[in-house]
Protein backbone atom coordinates (compact mmCIF):
# COMPACT_ATOMS: atom_id res chain seq x y z
CA UNK A 1 0.00 0.00 0.00
CA UNK A 2 1.00 3.31 -0.98
CA UNK A 3 1.71 5.69 2.63
CA UNK A 4 2.47 9.60 2.27
CA UNK A 5 4.38 10.89 5.14
CA UNK A 6 4.80 14.71 6.16
CA UNK A 7 7.04 15.12 8.82
CA UNK A 8 6.77 18.60 9.92
CA UNK A 9 3.18 18.86 12.07
CA UNK A 10 3.45 22.81 12.28
CA UNK A 11 5.75 25.22 10.45
CA UNK A 12 5.38 29.27 10.36
CA UNK A 13 7.68 31.35 8.08
CA UNK A 14 7.12 35.57 8.22
CA UNK A 15 4.97 37.44 5.77
CA UNK A 16 7.23 37.68 2.21
CA UNK A 17 9.74 34.74 3.56
CA UNK A 18 10.04 31.57 1.13
CA UNK A 19 9.10 28.38 3.55
CA UNK A 20 9.52 24.45 2.42
CA UNK A 21 6.83 21.62 3.46
CA UNK A 22 8.47 18.07 3.51
CA UNK A 23 6.55 15.13 2.25
CA UNK A 24 7.96 11.69 1.46
CA UNK A 25 5.91 8.76 0.07
CA UNK A 26 6.39 5.83 -0.17
CA UNK A 27 5.48 2.88 -3.72
CA UNK A 28 6.78 0.42 -5.94
CA UNK A 29 4.71 1.94 -8.93
CA UNK A 30 6.51 3.98 -11.81
CA UNK A 31 3.86 5.72 -12.86
CA UNK A 32 1.77 7.80 -10.60
CA UNK A 33 0.64 11.74 -9.82
CA UNK A 34 1.70 13.72 -6.60
CA UNK A 35 0.06 16.92 -5.45
CA UNK A 36 -0.52 19.08 -2.87
CA UNK A 37 -3.79 20.69 -1.09
CA UNK A 38 -4.13 23.60 0.77
CA UNK A 39 -6.70 23.69 3.70
CA UNK A 40 -7.46 27.43 4.55
CA UNK A 41 -9.62 27.77 8.05
CA UNK A 42 -12.71 28.01 6.11
CA UNK A 43 -11.80 24.06 5.20
CA UNK A 44 -12.41 24.15 1.71
CA UNK A 45 -9.44 22.03 0.12
CA UNK A 46 -8.05 23.77 -2.30
CA UNK A 47 -5.85 22.15 -5.46
CA UNK A 48 -2.26 24.04 -5.44
CA UNK A 49 0.03 21.88 -7.31
CA UNK A 50 -0.17 18.63 -8.92
CA UNK A 51 2.94 17.00 -10.80
CA UNK A 52 2.77 13.80 -13.08
CA UNK A 53 5.90 10.99 -12.16
CA UNK A 54 6.69 10.45 -15.67
CA UNK A 55 8.24 14.47 -16.13
CA UNK A 56 11.35 15.47 -14.59
CA UNK A 57 10.50 19.26 -14.67
CA UNK A 58 9.74 20.15 -11.40
CA UNK A 59 5.64 21.76 -11.79
CA UNK A 60 5.30 25.23 -10.76
CA UNK A 61 2.45 27.69 -9.82
CA UNK A 62 2.85 31.02 -9.53
CA UNK A 63 4.54 31.36 -6.18
CA UNK A 64 4.20 27.66 -5.82
CA UNK A 65 7.04 24.68 -6.93
CA UNK A 66 7.78 21.71 -6.51
CA UNK A 67 11.21 19.85 -5.64
CA UNK A 68 10.43 16.31 -7.34
CA UNK A 69 12.99 13.75 -6.45
CA UNK A 70 11.94 10.82 -7.67
CA UNK A 71 14.72 8.02 -7.12
CA UNK A 72 14.10 9.48 -3.23
CA UNK A 73 10.37 9.43 -3.32
CA UNK A 74 10.57 12.99 -2.03
CA UNK A 75 8.06 15.86 -2.99
CA UNK A 76 8.61 19.16 -1.04
CA UNK A 77 6.72 22.02 -1.59
CA UNK A 78 8.32 25.70 -1.89
CA UNK A 79 5.89 28.56 -1.18
CA UNK A 80 7.85 31.96 -2.26
CA UNK A 81 6.89 35.40 -0.70
CA UNK A 82 4.46 33.59 1.52
CA UNK A 83 1.37 35.83 2.21
CA UNK A 84 -1.49 35.84 5.10
CA UNK A 85 -3.67 34.14 3.05
CA UNK A 86 -0.97 31.51 2.48
CA UNK A 87 -2.00 30.30 6.18
CA UNK A 88 -3.52 26.63 6.18
CA UNK A 89 -2.82 23.04 6.38
CA UNK A 90 -1.01 21.66 3.63
CA UNK A 91 -1.91 18.54 2.22
CA UNK A 92 0.36 16.11 0.15
CA UNK A 93 -1.14 13.44 -1.91
CA UNK A 94 -0.11 10.25 -4.02
CA UNK A 95 -2.96 8.88 -6.61
CA UNK A 96 -2.26 5.93 -9.29
CA UNK A 97 -4.30 6.82 -11.86
CA UNK A 98 -7.56 4.68 -11.37
CA UNK A 99 -6.97 3.98 -7.74
CA UNK A 100 -7.99 6.60 -4.81
CA UNK A 101 -5.69 9.06 -3.49
CA UNK A 102 -3.67 8.88 -0.85
CA UNK A 103 -3.43 12.04 1.81
CA UNK A 104 -0.53 12.31 4.68
CA UNK A 105 -1.39 13.66 7.93
CA UNK A 106 -1.10 16.88 7.03
CA UNK A 107 1.49 20.44 7.65
CA UNK A 108 -0.07 23.53 9.41
CA UNK A 109 1.38 26.48 8.23
CA UNK A 110 0.95 29.91 10.15
CA UNK A 111 2.33 33.14 7.76
CA UNK A 112 3.25 35.56 10.24
CA UNK A 113 2.86 39.92 10.17
CA UNK B 1 -21.30 28.21 -10.92
CA UNK B 2 -20.20 25.93 -7.60
CA UNK B 3 -18.12 23.04 -9.15
CA UNK B 4 -18.90 20.64 -6.26
CA UNK B 5 -21.85 21.59 -3.91
CA UNK B 6 -22.75 19.79 -0.35
CA UNK B 7 -26.11 19.96 1.67
CA UNK B 8 -26.33 20.48 4.45
CA UNK B 9 -22.71 21.83 5.47
CA UNK B 10 -23.37 21.45 9.00
CA UNK B 11 -25.61 18.65 10.73
CA UNK B 12 -25.75 17.97 14.34
CA UNK B 13 -28.34 15.52 15.11
CA UNK B 14 -28.78 12.71 17.96
CA UNK B 15 -27.18 9.57 18.18
CA UNK B 16 -28.98 6.64 16.65
CA UNK B 17 -30.63 8.73 14.03
CA UNK B 18 -30.29 8.33 10.19
CA UNK B 19 -29.31 11.26 8.19
CA UNK B 20 -28.00 11.88 4.39
CA UNK B 21 -25.49 14.40 3.11
CA UNK B 22 -26.21 15.10 -0.11
CA UNK B 23 -23.30 15.90 -2.96
CA UNK B 24 -23.42 17.60 -6.56
CA UNK B 25 -20.78 18.32 -9.42
CA UNK B 26 -21.56 19.83 -12.61
CA UNK B 27 -17.96 19.36 -13.75
CA UNK B 28 -19.21 16.51 -15.63
CA UNK B 29 -16.64 14.09 -14.04
CA UNK B 30 -16.28 10.39 -14.27
CA UNK B 31 -15.50 9.65 -10.74
CA UNK B 32 -17.24 10.71 -7.15
CA UNK B 33 -15.95 10.39 -4.02
CA UNK B 34 -16.12 10.26 -0.02
CA UNK B 35 -13.90 11.39 2.55
CA UNK B 36 -14.01 11.61 6.00
CA UNK B 37 -11.64 14.08 8.13
CA UNK B 38 -11.68 13.29 11.82
CA UNK B 39 -10.43 15.81 14.66
CA UNK B 40 -7.17 15.17 13.71
CA UNK B 41 -7.46 16.44 10.06
CA UNK B 42 -6.66 13.34 8.84
CA UNK B 43 -8.57 12.53 5.32
CA UNK B 44 -9.54 8.80 4.35
CA UNK B 45 -11.12 7.77 1.55
CA UNK B 46 -14.49 6.63 2.09
CA UNK B 47 -15.87 5.62 -1.33
CA UNK B 48 -15.74 6.35 -4.48
CA UNK B 49 -18.02 6.11 -7.70
CA UNK B 50 -17.12 5.76 -11.74
CA UNK B 51 -20.07 5.58 -13.88
CA UNK B 52 -22.50 4.66 -11.18
CA UNK B 53 -20.51 1.69 -10.17
CA UNK B 54 -18.65 1.30 -6.80
CA UNK B 55 -14.95 0.63 -7.34
CA UNK B 56 -13.50 1.54 -3.91
CA UNK B 57 -14.63 0.59 -0.03
CA UNK B 58 -12.29 1.48 2.70
CA UNK B 59 -13.49 -0.69 5.27
CA UNK B 60 -16.32 1.22 5.88
CA UNK B 61 -19.24 0.21 8.81
CA UNK B 62 -22.56 -0.88 6.65
CA UNK B 63 -24.11 2.10 8.37
CA UNK B 64 -22.64 3.99 5.81
CA UNK B 65 -24.20 3.87 2.44
CA UNK B 66 -23.55 5.66 -1.03
CA UNK B 67 -26.05 6.48 -2.91
CA UNK B 68 -25.78 7.68 -7.00
CA UNK B 69 -29.16 8.53 -8.82
CA UNK B 70 -26.68 9.47 -11.76
CA UNK B 71 -23.26 10.74 -12.64
CA UNK B 72 -23.56 14.08 -10.62
CA UNK B 73 -24.73 13.08 -7.42
CA UNK B 74 -23.28 11.20 -4.80
CA UNK B 75 -25.61 11.26 -1.71
CA UNK B 76 -23.80 9.26 1.70
CA UNK B 77 -26.20 8.12 3.82
CA UNK B 78 -25.57 7.11 7.25
CA UNK B 79 -27.95 4.92 9.59
CA UNK B 80 -28.21 4.34 13.38
CA UNK B 81 -25.39 7.48 13.72
CA UNK B 82 -22.70 7.02 16.11
CA UNK B 83 -20.72 9.34 18.23
CA UNK B 84 -17.51 8.32 16.59
CA UNK B 85 -19.03 9.61 13.44
CA UNK B 86 -18.42 12.92 14.34
CA UNK B 87 -16.57 14.17 11.15
CA UNK B 88 -16.21 16.64 8.37
CA UNK B 89 -16.95 14.52 5.35
CA UNK B 90 -16.20 15.52 2.09
CA UNK B 91 -17.58 15.08 -1.50
CA UNK B 92 -15.16 15.32 -4.23
CA UNK B 93 -14.97 14.12 -8.19
CA UNK B 94 -12.12 13.58 -10.73
CA UNK B 95 -11.83 13.79 -14.38
CA UNK B 96 -11.10 10.16 -15.27
CA UNK B 97 -9.61 9.21 -11.90
CA UNK B 98 -6.96 12.31 -11.88
CA UNK B 99 -6.88 15.48 -9.38
CA UNK B 100 -10.01 15.63 -7.53
CA UNK B 101 -12.23 18.61 -6.89
CA UNK B 102 -13.61 18.75 -3.37
CA UNK B 103 -16.66 20.33 -2.03
CA UNK B 104 -16.83 22.23 0.77
CA UNK B 105 -17.76 19.95 3.43
CA UNK B 106 -20.24 19.04 5.79
CA UNK B 107 -19.55 19.18 9.59
CA UNK B 108 -21.54 16.37 10.74
CA UNK B 109 -21.80 16.45 15.02
CA UNK B 110 -23.31 13.15 16.83
CA UNK B 111 -24.49 14.28 20.51
Known amino acids: AQTVTQSQPEMSVQEAETVTLSCTYDTSENNYYLFWYKQPPSRQMILVIRQEAYKQQNATENRFSVNFQKAAKSFSLKISDSQLGDTAMYFC??????????FGAGTRLTVKP | DTAVSQTPKYLVTQMGNDKSIKCEQNLGHDTMYWYKQDSKKFLKIMFSYNNKELIINETVPNRFSPKSPDKAHLNLHINSLELGDSAVYFCASSPSNLEQYFGPGTRLTVT
Open chain 1, 93 to 102: AFMKQGHDMR
